[in-house]
Protein backbone atom coordinates (compact mmCIF):
# COMPACT_ATOMS: atom_id res chain seq x y z
CA UNK A 1 0.00 0.00 0.00
CA UNK A 2 2.74 2.73 1.04
CA UNK A 3 5.65 0.88 -0.78
CA UNK A 4 7.45 0.60 2.37
CA UNK A 5 9.84 -2.02 3.77
CA UNK A 6 8.84 -3.21 6.99
CA UNK A 7 11.89 -3.95 9.01
CA UNK A 8 10.78 -6.36 12.36
CA UNK A 9 12.40 -6.63 15.02
CA UNK A 10 12.96 -9.74 18.09
CA UNK A 11 13.01 -9.49 21.70
CA UNK A 12 11.06 -9.91 24.99
CA UNK A 13 11.24 -8.27 27.90
CA UNK A 14 14.58 -10.16 29.60
CA UNK A 15 16.20 -9.27 26.89
CA UNK A 16 14.96 -6.66 23.94
CA UNK A 17 16.19 -6.04 20.66
CA UNK A 18 18.54 -8.63 19.72
CA UNK A 19 17.38 -10.06 16.32
CA UNK A 20 16.00 -7.56 13.38
CA UNK A 21 15.86 -6.78 9.72
CA UNK A 22 17.13 -4.02 8.19
CA UNK A 23 16.40 -3.42 4.39
CA UNK A 24 18.87 -0.61 3.98
CA UNK A 25 22.15 -3.11 4.58
CA UNK A 26 20.94 -6.24 4.27
CA UNK A 27 18.45 -8.10 1.98
CA UNK A 28 15.33 -8.62 3.59
CA UNK A 29 13.93 -12.56 3.51
CA UNK A 30 10.33 -13.23 3.44
CA UNK A 31 9.65 -15.61 6.83
CA UNK A 32 12.27 -14.41 8.89
CA UNK A 33 12.53 -12.19 11.38
CA UNK A 34 16.27 -11.34 10.32
CA UNK A 35 19.89 -11.78 11.83
CA UNK A 36 21.06 -11.52 15.26
CA UNK A 37 21.93 -7.35 15.83
CA UNK A 38 25.32 -6.41 15.80
CA UNK A 39 26.97 -6.85 19.92
CA UNK A 40 24.20 -9.64 20.13
CA UNK A 41 25.37 -13.67 19.89
CA UNK A 42 21.68 -15.25 19.38
CA UNK A 43 21.73 -19.35 18.89
CA UNK A 44 18.93 -21.78 18.20
CA UNK A 45 20.02 -24.55 21.12
CA UNK A 46 18.69 -27.87 21.59
CA UNK A 47 17.62 -29.77 25.32
CA UNK A 48 21.31 -29.67 26.55
CA UNK A 49 21.79 -26.05 25.56
CA UNK A 50 24.18 -26.47 22.99
CA UNK A 51 23.31 -24.69 19.54
CA UNK A 52 21.49 -27.61 16.93
CA UNK A 53 22.93 -27.64 13.34
CA UNK A 54 21.42 -24.49 10.75
CA UNK A 55 17.87 -25.99 9.55
CA UNK A 56 16.92 -27.84 13.16
CA UNK A 57 14.09 -26.42 14.78
CA UNK A 58 15.17 -25.25 18.92
CA UNK A 59 14.77 -22.66 21.39
CA UNK A 60 16.20 -19.21 20.85
CA UNK A 61 18.75 -18.08 22.85
CA UNK A 62 20.74 -15.34 23.99
CA UNK A 63 24.74 -15.30 25.21
CA UNK A 64 24.31 -14.44 28.75
CA UNK A 65 26.35 -11.07 29.70
CA UNK A 66 24.50 -9.34 26.63
CA UNK A 67 24.32 -5.91 27.44
CA UNK A 68 20.60 -5.29 27.23
CA UNK A 69 19.83 -8.74 29.21
CA UNK A 70 17.90 -8.52 32.65
CA UNK A 71 20.19 -9.38 35.74
CA UNK A 72 16.86 -11.80 37.21
CA UNK A 73 13.45 -12.29 38.01
CA UNK A 74 12.97 -10.10 41.21
CA UNK A 75 13.18 -12.09 43.99
CA UNK A 76 12.54 -15.62 42.49
CA UNK A 77 16.37 -16.93 41.74
CA UNK A 78 14.72 -20.29 40.93
CA UNK A 79 13.09 -19.01 38.01
CA UNK A 80 16.14 -17.00 37.18
CA UNK A 81 18.02 -19.95 37.00
CA UNK A 82 15.58 -21.87 35.14
CA UNK A 83 15.61 -19.33 32.09
CA UNK A 84 19.29 -20.45 31.75
CA UNK A 85 20.66 -23.63 29.83
CA UNK A 86 24.22 -24.75 28.35
CA UNK A 87 27.20 -26.62 30.21
CA UNK A 88 27.72 -23.39 31.83
CA UNK A 89 24.47 -21.66 31.98
CA UNK A 90 25.45 -19.29 28.71
CA UNK A 91 22.59 -18.99 27.24
CA UNK A 92 19.42 -17.46 27.82
CA UNK A 93 16.46 -18.91 26.93
CA UNK A 94 13.51 -17.05 25.43
CA UNK A 95 10.37 -19.24 25.75
CA UNK A 96 10.74 -18.88 21.96
CA UNK A 97 11.21 -21.98 19.18
CA UNK A 98 12.76 -21.25 16.05
CA UNK A 99 15.66 -21.99 13.27
CA UNK A 100 18.61 -20.62 11.38
CA UNK A 101 18.81 -21.13 7.78
CA UNK A 102 22.18 -21.85 5.88
CA UNK A 103 22.61 -17.84 5.16
CA UNK A 104 22.39 -16.67 8.75
CA UNK A 105 18.86 -15.95 8.84
CA UNK A 106 16.76 -16.41 11.78
CA UNK A 107 12.91 -17.97 11.74
CA UNK A 108 10.19 -17.98 14.22
CA UNK A 109 8.14 -20.99 15.11
CA UNK A 110 6.09 -20.50 18.22
CA UNK A 111 6.35 -20.08 21.93
CA UNK A 112 7.67 -23.30 23.12
CA UNK A 113 4.16 -23.93 25.08
CA UNK A 114 2.31 -23.64 21.69
CA UNK A 115 4.37 -26.14 19.54
CA UNK A 116 1.94 -28.71 18.81
CA UNK A 117 3.50 -32.49 18.54
CA UNK A 118 1.63 -34.66 16.22
CA UNK A 119 2.27 -38.11 15.08
CA UNK A 120 5.71 -37.03 15.72
CA UNK A 121 6.33 -34.09 14.61
CA UNK A 122 6.81 -30.63 16.02
CA UNK A 123 4.74 -28.20 14.56
CA UNK A 124 4.47 -24.64 14.95
CA UNK A 125 0.97 -22.57 14.71
CA UNK A 126 1.72 -19.91 13.08
CA UNK A 127 2.50 -21.08 9.71
CA UNK A 128 -1.37 -23.21 9.75
CA UNK A 129 -2.74 -19.74 11.36
CA UNK A 130 -1.72 -17.88 8.12
CA UNK A 131 -2.63 -20.54 5.70
CA UNK A 132 -5.90 -20.48 6.88
CA UNK A 133 -6.44 -16.42 7.23
CA UNK A 134 -5.48 -16.56 3.19
CA UNK A 135 -9.07 -18.68 2.98
CA UNK A 136 -11.65 -15.88 2.03
CA UNK A 137 -14.41 -17.47 4.57
CA UNK A 138 -11.93 -17.01 7.17
CA UNK A 139 -11.48 -13.42 9.14
CA UNK A 140 -9.12 -14.68 11.78
CA UNK A 141 -7.76 -18.27 13.33
CA UNK A 142 -5.90 -20.20 16.06
CA UNK A 143 -4.24 -23.36 16.14
CA UNK A 144 -3.60 -25.56 18.91
CA UNK A 145 -2.68 -28.95 19.84
CA UNK A 146 -5.47 -31.42 21.64
CA UNK A 147 -5.15 -34.70 22.96
CA UNK A 148 -5.11 -37.45 20.50
CA UNK A 149 -4.75 -41.03 21.95
CA UNK A 150 -2.76 -41.87 18.33
CA UNK A 151 -1.27 -38.78 17.79
CA UNK A 152 -0.48 -37.37 20.90
CA UNK A 153 -2.17 -34.06 19.81
CA UNK A 154 -4.14 -33.32 17.01
CA UNK A 155 -4.22 -30.01 15.54
CA UNK A 156 -7.56 -27.81 16.01
CA UNK A 157 -8.09 -24.47 14.28
CA UNK A 158 -10.33 -22.31 16.06
CA UNK A 159 -12.36 -20.01 12.97
CA UNK A 160 -14.06 -16.66 13.15
CA UNK A 161 -15.64 -16.63 9.85
CA UNK A 162 -15.69 -13.50 7.65
CA UNK A 163 -18.70 -11.39 8.06
CA UNK A 164 -22.10 -13.00 6.30
CA UNK A 165 -20.57 -16.40 5.97
CA UNK A 166 -22.67 -19.33 7.74
CA UNK A 167 -20.48 -21.99 8.98
CA UNK A 168 -21.12 -25.52 7.96
CA UNK A 169 -19.58 -29.01 7.87
CA UNK A 170 -19.06 -28.21 4.35
CA UNK A 171 -17.49 -25.40 5.01
CA UNK A 172 -14.97 -27.44 7.77
CA UNK A 173 -13.94 -29.65 5.17
CA UNK A 174 -13.13 -27.12 2.33
CA UNK A 175 -11.16 -25.09 5.24
CA UNK A 176 -9.63 -28.83 5.54
CA UNK A 177 -8.48 -29.23 2.18
CA UNK A 178 -7.48 -25.40 1.91
CA UNK A 179 -4.81 -26.21 4.27
CA UNK A 180 -3.82 -29.64 2.97
CA UNK A 181 -3.83 -28.42 -0.56
CA UNK A 182 -0.41 -25.61 0.86
CA UNK A 183 1.14 -27.67 3.64
CA UNK A 184 2.85 -30.60 4.34
CA UNK A 185 -0.11 -32.92 5.22
CA UNK A 186 0.71 -33.58 8.78
CA UNK A 187 -0.20 -29.50 9.14
CA UNK A 188 -3.97 -29.58 7.90
CA UNK A 189 -6.25 -29.40 11.22
CA UNK A 190 -8.18 -32.36 11.79
CA UNK A 191 -11.12 -30.28 14.14
CA UNK A 192 -12.03 -27.45 12.93
CA UNK A 193 -14.53 -25.36 15.06
CA UNK A 194 -16.01 -22.32 14.17
CA UNK A 195 -16.23 -19.49 17.25
CA UNK A 196 -17.65 -15.71 17.42
CA UNK A 197 -14.52 -14.58 18.77
CA UNK A 198 -10.55 -15.31 19.55
CA UNK A 199 -9.38 -14.30 23.22
CA UNK A 200 -6.48 -11.78 22.88
CA UNK A 201 -4.82 -10.04 25.23
CA UNK A 202 -4.28 -6.44 25.24
CA UNK A 203 -1.91 -6.26 23.05
CA UNK A 204 -3.81 -8.20 20.40
CA UNK A 205 -1.99 -11.44 20.90
CA UNK A 206 -3.88 -14.63 20.93
CA UNK A 207 -4.39 -16.49 23.60
CA UNK A 208 -3.78 -20.11 22.89
CA UNK A 209 -3.74 -21.11 26.55
CA UNK A 210 -7.17 -20.14 27.15
CA UNK A 211 -8.40 -21.86 24.37
CA UNK A 212 -6.89 -25.12 24.95
CA UNK A 213 -8.66 -24.70 28.78
CA UNK A 214 -11.91 -24.17 26.84
CA UNK A 215 -11.35 -27.59 24.53
CA UNK A 216 -10.41 -29.10 27.91
CA UNK A 217 -13.36 -28.27 29.44
CA UNK A 218 -15.95 -28.89 26.75
CA UNK A 219 -14.43 -32.61 26.45
CA UNK A 220 -15.23 -33.03 30.28
CA UNK A 221 -18.71 -31.61 30.09
CA UNK A 222 -19.07 -34.33 27.21
CA UNK A 223 -18.04 -36.97 28.63
CA UNK A 224 -19.80 -36.16 31.80
CA UNK A 225 -22.90 -35.88 29.76
CA UNK A 226 -22.37 -39.24 28.04
CA UNK A 227 -21.76 -37.75 24.72
CA UNK A 228 -18.49 -39.17 24.16
CA UNK A 229 -18.03 -42.60 24.04
Known amino acids: ?3 LTINEFYGQTE ?5 GNCASILPVMPGSMGKPI ?63 DADGYLHYVGRDDDVITSAGYRIGPGEIEDC ?40 KAEIQDHVRRRLAA ?22 RRVLRERHAADTVAADTAGERP
Request: with cysteine.
Open 186 to 207: HEYPRIVEFVDALPMTATGKIM
Open 15 to 19: CNLVV
Open 132 to 171: LVGHPAVALAAVIGVPDPLRTEAIKACVVLAEGTAPSDAL
Open 38 to 100: PGHEVAIVGSDGVPVADGETGAIAVRRGDPVMFLGYWGNPDATAAKFAGPAGEWMLTGDLGRR
Open 1 to 3: MFD
